[in-house]
């Protein structure tokens, strides 16, 4: 899960990247307007934490050009301004949830949480194909009630494919989501975290579509 | 209308002095007039008598035995007709050896009647005027003189009925009378067209500033005459700059707001991941912050817009966003927010601002509360727009009730901002003049009626 932070202020910026990132997800962050409607307009993500007072482009315009290009990633607004003009303005921007400051990193992370799992459509905080079960609110995976050990990277993968159970999700896909935009991609590496994972995983829960991806089943 | 709002109304006052002149006018033409044609005919009355005098005086002679006679009768037809009202006489007046005789020769319209002239000698060559009573009691106007025919003094008299002089006067009067009444209903009627054509535009202005007044304009609207133009522009530059100065207030409360706001998360989030005395002491006077700033600003800006002529805000719309924003907000909870049929003439008279302030922490409240339903209804009841908002919650107790509507006490320590929320829309609602009354939903939990003045 891919996490798109846009804040004004360097020490927040730098501490909500943190949060966010400690949580299991990867996270670009962006410091103006601008640089926000781009990265957002170009890139993928799961969902966006939006500061609206933004200098160069203001928070409502970069969401109101996403909205109207047709990009559908759940936004999270995050800004001082609460009073409910500018809560009702936010929402009819497009946005999925608001939340002012100041906050608890908890609710952030909890508020995220919701937003991507509603944006996939699942009702629940845990996630479950067949035996395995994802727990988004505290990043555990158990197989059968055990409790199974991975890495961010692995995570991050089974995550993406768990939220997209059912549906074919290309190597570069995932790519896109697993991994922040500063860091060196490489699809051959999501092969690597695939592997590893069928090694901890019950076999034949991840399948390869040959020439188009993998495909999470209930093997059950 | 009462006799002091009459005496204070400008139509009022023009309209009566317009008419008290118009009258005033009308009765000095009329007496001057009347008294004028009077005279006129007056003078023509005697210069006749005088006229019917002189030919008398022409006419008379003695006979050869020494006693009066006329050459020729007179040629009015009226002495010959028996009281007529046209009468002459000739008196015999006291001479040497001889008596007064009144009468010795008279026209035949007096028949066998004497005029009893006063006793009077005119010395030669005046006319003297007098008033007598006629021979059937009616008032004649009456010429004299005296001639000496051979020593032989006599008196020559012409009468006439004034009635002859009158009447026609009277007639005269009457016409005068009737015209002058036509001509003084006419002004009177052009008096009012004018005070009401003329100040129709006050009129307009009256309800031009009634509308703005209600909040159903936010400027005077329309095009008025040149004397009271300035006097519209003006105040709709005073109403547009109250506007500015509301608008600059409150993006200098929200400049505010993020000024104070992204340091505290800074700090709010340094402290959160520790747990230590500080970060506890940090966490607490940070929440202590975010309330007073929250519950000041709300404050200053609705205190800004209390009070403004022309406000008004339609209650529908605000419902609508407000809801679409909750429902979005509390999309994972499954809740069902209805709101009843607003109809589309119920107003709040006062800023949308404010009015999506209260309501949306209300409402707000209800959703954090409510476990599946939220129900929105509002009415105007007795003048007031009132706001109900159930919520199928656990409710909150009758007596913490009057605590949730003061300052920075909250019910349920579970829900973030709750407490503060009420106190906030307690307190706009009384600047407005309004309140927030908390009781028992029909759905269980609490029931919010919030109640503000309304635009009728």
Not at chain 2, 24 to 32: E, K, M, R
Not at chain 2, 401 to 416: H, K, N, S
Request: some cysteine; glycine content about 8%.
């Amino acid at each position: 899960m891919r996490i798109l932070a846009v804040e004004d202020e360097p020490t927040l910026a730098t501490q909500l990247a943190e949060g966010v990132r400690e949580a299991g997800y990867a996270v670009d962050v962006a410091h103006n307007g601008l640089d926000a409607h781009f990265m957002g307009d170009t890139e993928s993500f799961d969902a966006v934490v939006l500061d609206l007072g933004l200098p160069q482009m203001d928070g409502i315009t970069v969401l109101k050009k996403w909205r109207a290009a047709g990009r559908t990633m759940p936004v999270l607004i995050l800004t001082a301004r609460d009073n409910w003009h500018e809560k009702v303005a936010g929402i009819d921007a497009g946005a999925d949830d608001y939340l002012t400051k100041p906050f608890h990193m908890e609710e952030l992370l909890a508020r995220l949480r919701a937003l991507i799992r509603r944006a996939g459509g699942h009702a629940s905080a845990e996630l479950v194909c067949g035996p395995v079960t994802l727990d988004t609110r505290n990043n555990r995976v158990t197989v059968e009630g055990r409790a199974l050990t991975l890495t961010s990277h692995e995570y991050r993968v089974l995550a993406y494919l768990m939220h997209h159970a059912g549906e074919v999700v290309s190597r570069s896909d995932l790519v896109e989501h697993i991994y922040a935009q500063d860091f060196d991609r490489d699809s051959n590496t999501v092969e690597v975290f695939i592997g590893r994972l069928r090694k901890k995983l019950p076999p034949g829960l991840i399948e390869t579509v040959r020439g188009m991806g993998y495909r999470l089943v209930n093997s059950q | 209308m009462t006799l002091v709002t009459l005496r204070g109304s400008l139509r009022f006052r023009l309209l009566l002095g317009t008419l008290f002149w118009i009258a005033a006018t009308i009765l000095v033409a009329g007496w001057g007039l009347g008294s004028m044609f009077r005279q006129h005919v007056e003078s023509q009355f005697h210069a006749e008598l005088k006229t019917h005098l002189d030919q008398l005086t022409a006419q008379l002679t003695l006979d050869d035995q020494g006693r009066p006679m006329l050459a020729m009768s007179l040629s009015d037809p009226r002495f010959n007709k028996p009281f007529a009202g046209l009468y002459w006489q000739i008196d015999r007046l006291v001479s040497p050896g001889l008596p007064t005789a009144r009468a010795v020769m008279r026209s035949r319209s007096l028949w066998d009647q004497v005029l009893r002239v006063p006793a009077d000698s005119p010395a030669s060559g005046e006319i003297h005027h007098h008033r007598i009573a006629g021979p059937q009691g009616e008032m004649l106007g009456m010429v004299e003189r005296v001639v000496r025919i051979d020593e032989l003094p006599l008196r020559l008299i012409v009468a006439a009925d004034e009635g002859l002089m009158i009447e026609p006067v009277a007639r005269f009067n009457k016409m005068l009378w009737l015209a002058l009444g036509v001509l003084g209903l006419g002004l009177a009627l052009a008096a009012l067209v004018q005070v009401f054509v003329g100040l129709a535009p006050l009129q307009k202005l009256r309800a031009a500033l009634g509308r703005v007044h209600r909040g159903e304009a936010q400027q005077m609207e329309g095009a008025f005459p040149a004397e009271i133009m300035p006097l519209v522009e003006e105040f709709n530059t005073v109403l547009a700059r109250n506007a500015e100065v509301v608008a600059r207030a409150r993006t200098q409360a929200g400049n505010l707001a993020h000024a104070l706001k992204t340091p505290l998360s800074v700090l709010a989030n340094a402290a959160g991941g520790k747990d230590d005395a500080l970060a506890r002491l940090v966490a607490a006077q940070i929440e202590m912050a975010r309330r007073q700033v929250d519950y000041h600003l709300a404050r200053a800006q609705a205190a800004a817009t209390v009070g403004l002529p022309g406000v008004r805000t339609p209650l529908g719309p605000v419902v609508d966003g407000l809801v679409r924003t909750l429902r979005r907000i509390h999309a994972g909870r499954n809740l069902d927010l209805v709101v009843q049929p607003i109809a589309a003439s119920l107003a709040f008279r006062g800023e949308a601002q404010d009015l999506q302030e209260m309501l949306g922490n209300l409402l707000d409240n209800a959703c954090k509360w409510a476990s599946h339903r939220v129900e929105i209804d509002a009415a105007i009841e007795q003048d007031r727009l009132v706001i109900r908002v159930d919520d199928d919650g656990k409710g909150i107790a009758a007596e913490q009730r009057e605590a949730m509507l003061r300052r920075g006490i909250r019910a349920d320590q579970q829900v973030p901002g709750s407490g503060l929320g009420l106190a906030i829309v307690d307190d706009l609602a009384r600047m407005y003049g309004g309140q927030v009354v908390l009781t028992d939903s029909p759905l269980g939990g609490l029931r919010a009626t919030l109640i503000l003045p309304a635009v009728q």
